[in-house]
């Protein structure tokens, strides 16, 4: 949307989430398997915030946030909010709607394989921005 709203031209690539996600090709853009993601160059990015951030700052005509700082301030709670606090309280809801609900063993050995996963990509990425591991 944000592309749209700037008019910066741009390829869309449709991706079918019901495995696609998981194939290699994929998987060498975006280690956590989800979208979007934004490719620019030698540049790859994950994460909407992260993404708008960088279109913004790129192409800062018309700007997507306010410059008022007020105002500024409620756009980043709302942001923070809804990923601190609203999308951990839909993950429940939406395994149940995608009828993975398991045990609680089973539960928590694949969120430890998802940490894990999350945490190598997480240290891999942050390499081009600095090279100190975190």
């Known amino acids: 949307m944000a592309l749209l709203e700037k008019q910066i031209e741009f390829e869309p690539i449709a991706l079918n989430l019901d495995g696609d996600q998981f194939g290699p ?16 160059g030698d540049l790859t990015l994950v994460e909407s ?6 279109i913004d700052a790129k192409y ?9 700082a007020k105002a500024l ?25 995608l009828g993975v ?7 928590l050995a694949q969120s430890k394989i998802y940490r894990a996963i999350e945490i190598a ?5 942050s390499t ?7």
Do not use: C, W
């Open 49 to 54: 915030l992260a993404i708008l951030d960088y």
């Open 121 to 125: 990509a997480i240290q891999t990425m």
């Open 101 to 107: 609900l398991g045990d609680i063993e089973e539960k």
């Open 25 to 40: 090709d994929f998987l060498a853009i975006n280690p956590f398997h989800r979208i979007p993601v934004l490719v620019d």
């Open 128 to 134: 081009s921005v600095d090279s100190r591991n975190f």
């Open 73 to 97: 301030g409620i756009v980043r709670m709302v942001s923070m909010l809804t990923l601190n606090e609203l999308l951990p309280a839909m993950f429940p809801l939406t395994r149940q709607m």
């Open 60 to 68: 800062p005509t018309p700007p997507l946030l306010p410059t008022e």
